[in-house]
């Protein structure tokens, strides 16, 4: 699985293609995506935006920005980790999908945590390409 880390910060992605909900044939594909955002450093941050962009096949690229995830912003003691699912849509059967975390230390100070690039494969492509 992808995995960037940032500051002690390591996040790591895994992305699955939603057959039921997707239709192929009205150039809607549908994927979810799990995240965990693990604390490997020495102080505790809280996860406060994130940005996300997103690039379909045809190079046509769609940024998402807004506070914390799924309706939170998690505080990361040392050791502690926060994983959530959310998902995409996008118009080809594949594309790509990366950004970044704002997450603020105790002292007030921000960083970008990286989300490591990953692929969105629709049916039949998960065994041309490996994250």
């Excluded at 995240?35 to 690229?61: A, C, F, K, P």
């Excluded at 799924?70 to 050791?79: I, N, T």
């Amino acid at each position: 699985m992808p995995t960037a880390t940032t500051d002690g910060v390591a996040v790591e992605v895994k992305a699955t293609y939603l057959e039921h909900q997707s239709m192929p044939d009205m150039g809607r594909y549908v994927f979810a995506y799990n995240v965990t955002i693990l604390n490997n450093g020495d102080e505790t941050v809280q996860l406060r935006s994130r940005h996300w962009v997103i690039t379909d096949s045809l190079s046509q690229v769609r940024e998402v920005r807004g506070p914390g995830v799924v309706g939170e912003q998690p505080l990361l003691r040392p050791g502690e980790s926060f994983s959530y699912s959310s998902g995409s849509i996008i118009p080809t059967q594949w594309g790509t999908m990366h950004g970044e975390y704002i997450m603020e230390r105790s002292d007030g100070s921000t960083f970008e945590a990286a989300i490591p690039s990953f692929m969105l494969m629709g049916p039949g492509l998960e065994s041309d390409y490996v994250n």
